[in-house]
């Protein structure tokens, strides 16, 4: 729909989680590398419909966390599920699940049964990409039609909460051993995109993929965004906030710099277009 603004990346968090953080802390790990520190943001879904509301966005994508221990995930998808329910017109939601976990398929069907649209942010926070454990469900994701969305970070340059030891060689692995499932990758691919410049094979294995926003005013330079429409199309690039980390307007300045050189198609595309096409 011409006009729309849809954010693809934000997080909300059950009531429970945020009421006591330190409780889920201590048996999640990866929760604790992020969000031990009670200054890091978090946000329910009345809070994210209420930012939407100030930032003029018409439709955001809600996610979970992928949680090592079952009754978390569970809590946590059914917490969207729910807010998906309330807000059909406002939320889409995406289930998560640890994809190691021997729980994680069957959570996963569990919550797209829910009426969930898609799995995500799935994410190895400190590992590489297990392939493995991601390809019964990137199967279901295919299956399903639906999008997956995947935590990815560049490989090299600062340490920070939330970066993983992930390389580019394991995330193209992945990418071409799974070229039905609809990849969504968080945080502009960890700069995969830049290899779509390369003469052979690249672009054509990138065809099924699609990159988010999501932190980029944190990690790149403007012209990163003109760079990904440059080379993968602005149907392929999707605005992600990563909220309540940043908010949309930090991206909105962004987006509409000189610097990042968009056309106003390419702005319409990336700031709603491409994703009401992915998920409508």
């Excluded at 009345?46 to 995930?73: C, K, N, T, Y």
């Amino acid at each position: 729909m011409p006009g729309m603004i849809i954010d693809v990346h934000t997080h909300v968090f059950p009531p429970e989680v945020m009421a006591d953080r330190q409780r889920f802390c201590k048996a999640e790990p990866a929760f604790a590398s992020i969000y031990s520190d009670p200054a890091a943001p978090m946000v329910d879904a009345p809070g994210l419909i209420a930012a939407m509301d100030q930032a003029r966005v018409d439709l955001s994508w809600a996610v979970g966390f992928p949680w090592q221990q079952a009754e978390h995930a569970r809590l946590h998808n059914d917490y969207v599920a729910a807010a998906v329910k309330e807000h059909p017109w406002r939320l889409r939601g995406l289930a998560c699940v640890h994809p190691p976990a021997a729980w994680a398929l069957a959570e996963a069907q569990r919550a797209l049964g829910l009426g969930l649209h898609g799995l995500g942010e799935l994410a190895f926070y400190d590992q590489d990409l297990d392939l493995a454990s991601l390809a019964p469900l990137c199967g279901l994701a295919a299956e399903a039609g639906a999008p997956l969305l995947l935590h990815t970070n560049e490989p090299v340059g600062r340490v920070y909460p939330g970066k993983a030891p992930m390389t580019l060689a394991r995330l193209y692995a992945l990418i071409k051993a799974h070229s039905a499932t609809r990849l969504v990758l968080a945080h502009m691919g960890g700069g995969i995109f830049f290899y779509a410049a390369l003469k052979k094979e690249v672009r054509a294995a990138l065809a099924n993929v699609w990159l988010d926003t999501a932190a980029a005013p944190f990690l790149y330079r403007p012209r990163a965004y003109g760079l990904a429409v440059e080379l993968m199309g602005a149907d392929r690039v999707l605005l992600g906030s990563d909220y309540p980390l940043l908010p949309v307007e930090r991206y909105r300045k962004e987006l509409t710099s000189a610097e990042a050189g968009l056309s106003p198609a390419d702005l319409d595309m990336v700031l709603g277009g491409a994703a009401a096409r992915l998920l409508p």
